[in-house]
């Protein structure tokens, strides 16, 4: 999906914005979406265990909190889609290994309900019968209105330097 950017006084209608959300973060704290409007957002979403594509989203997002560590505007998000088998040890440990930073890298996590409104709004989701997943291979950019500028496909090598081209873009028109 190519970015489309706009202006103030621009017809917003047709661009995604992802709903709002309240949801727990790593420490156990409330965190919710489009409330803050100080943070431009790069999220993807997860399932435990981290098998198929989620270790390379997760070392990428990894390397964006080394990018973007003293960055104040840039916020990191990962979605923790729940699954079934899931457990309290295989979320410790995706934290320990990936070195997830409070404050920078929030990783996010919330019932099979709280996240299905949530990925609703996503472009690039399927459905499987009634139930709506995620893609779990995407990285997805939000402005700090909420809205979806982008959405990286992480098996193209060059997605991930469009993204820190819109994320400076982002950051200009702000």
Known sequence: MEPEWIIPGDDINGFNR??????????????????DTLHIRIAHFFKLPCQG???VLSRTMLDLQEH??????????????PEKDSTSTGWDN?????KTRS???????GTEEDMTGLIQAMPEMYSAGKEVIPSFENLYLLDKHGFIRGIYPMDNPTE?????LDVNIQKKAH
């Open 18 to 35: 992802v709903q709002d959300y309240s949801l727990q973060d790593q420490n156990n704290h409330s965190f919710s979406g489009n409330e």
């Open 68 to 81: 973007y560590g003293n960055d104040p505007e840039v916020q990191l998000l990962s979605f923790a889609y």
């Open 94 to 98: 995706y934290l320990q290994r990936y």
């Open 160 to 164: 991930l330097e469009n993204l820190y």
């Open 53 to 55: 594509p989620c270790p």
């Open 103 to 109: 404050g920078k890298w929030y990783v996010l996590r």
